[in-house]
């Protein structure tokens, strides 16, 4: 029956009848809130790119912890920047790493608290990349930086040096498996609580599994980042946790933003080795994604509003180009009525807050 029997706009007419008839809602239960521990005391220090999100010292992790806690947040996701890096990630897998120390800390002193960790090595290697890189040509043309360049000819010189480096740099695949089991074992003996692999190798989730199980974490859940984007919107990321590619990009690991059939592929392949929970990543470009994984799978399904989303956000608002409140929770809105379950979101805190 239409116009004039049917009227869309009578449930319309007040908060109280739009608030009855509202299909979809935000929790703070919704949220898992990402830090980014260093090394050090009571440090501190605003990421320039990303407003409102520190680098922090494990004791400051701890007060993060607790406070978004206390605002009814369940869960942190911790990235470290370690002391030194190398060509092996040892500070990845260090029984003593940043990670690991920021985990038995937040476990010990914030009661319920679930703690994710982030596996991966771009933040451990000297060189940024996601895995082990192995040479495949000659070094002549190893760092853009050392190519003399004028500025108007800097995106070709860079297309020139990512498609060089990606002919003479592999990130070998195999090899770093075995690293990222041993990570998520250190991690899962440190107490973490859900394991979530970022790296975008194939088979790491069928790796960890098995180091997991091997070393008596058999009850450790896997989030496995199934379908993760080669994304420009990771760029603040990079600042945060200085774990920017020295050469080449991460294309060869990391998907084709074209592609959404490939990612379902992922995600069955995650879930074939052992995955308990999947990941869409980044969000907002790919509610697509999120809301075809969704009707697929039948499993958790989280999706990352990534530092770039979360910067641009914060960027406008300070122009007061935008109303920033608002337009942090008609995305994080949009996220979860794609299908996401979970939100990995910077803006974690001030949601919570919001939704009080
Ligand atoms: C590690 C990792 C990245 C992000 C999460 N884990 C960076 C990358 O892949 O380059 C991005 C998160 C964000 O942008 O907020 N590989």
């Known amino acids: 029956m239409a116009f004039p029997t049917t009227r869309m706009r009578r449930l319309r007419r007040t908060e109280a009848l739009r608030n009855l008839v509202r299909e979809t809602r935000l929790t703070p239960n ?31 992790a701890v007060k993060e912890a607790a406070e978004a806690k206390s605002l009814g947040v369940p869960a942190v996701i911790l990235f ?25 800390a937040i476990k010990r002193e914030v009661k319920h608290m679930i703690v994710v960790g982030d596996v991966c090595l771009c933040e451990y290697m000297s060189h940024g990349h996601c895995g082990i890189v192995q040479k495949s040509g000659s070094p002549a043309t190893r760092s853009v ?26 990130i070998v695949n195999d090899a770093t498996l075995e690293i990222l089991a041993k990570t998520a074992v250190s991690q899962a003996r440190a107490g973490m609580d859900i394991i979530a692999p970022s790296d975008m190798m194939d088979g790491r989730v069928a790796a960890i599994r098995k180091g997991l199980d091997a070393n008596g974490f058999e009850n450790t859940p896997i989030l496995s980042y199934a379908a ?14 200085d774990s920017a590619p020295a050469f080449g990009d991460r294309r ?105």
Request: glycine share 8%.
């Open 30 to 60: 919704d949220f898992i809130y990402p830090l980014f521990v260093v090394p050090g005391e009571g440090v501190r220090k605003e990421v320039g790119s990303m407003p409102g999100v520190f680098n922090i010292s494990v004791d400051q």
């Open 80 to 104: 470290g920047l370690p002391e030194k890096k190398d060509e092996v990630a040892t500070g990845a897998w260090a029984e003593d790493g940043i990670v690991q120390r920021a985990t038995r």
């Open 145 to 170: 930086g050392a190519m003399a360049v004028k500025e108007a000819e800097l995106p070709a010189a860079m297309d020139k040096m990512a498609a060089s480096a990606a002919a003479e740099y592999e």
């Open 228 to 241: 993760k984007f080669a994304s420009a919107f990771y760029g603040p990321f990079r600042e945060a946790a």
């Open 252 to 356: 060869s690991y990391q998907m084709d933003g074209a592609n959404l059939r490939e990612a379902m592929r992922e995600i069955e392949l995650d879930l074939e080795e052992g995955a308990d929970m999947i990941m869409v990543k980044p969000a907002l470009a790919y509610l697509d994604v999120i809301a075809e994984a969704r009707r697929r799978f039948d499993v958790p399904l989280a999706a990352y509003q990534v530092s770039g989303e979360y910067a641009m956000i914060q960027a406008a608002a300070r122009n007061n180009w935008i109303d920033g409140k608002r337009i942090m929770m008609e995305t994080l809105l949009a996220i979860k009525r794609a299908g996401a379950n979970l939100i990995l979101t910077y803006f974690a805190k001030d949601a919570a807050r919001v939704l009080g």
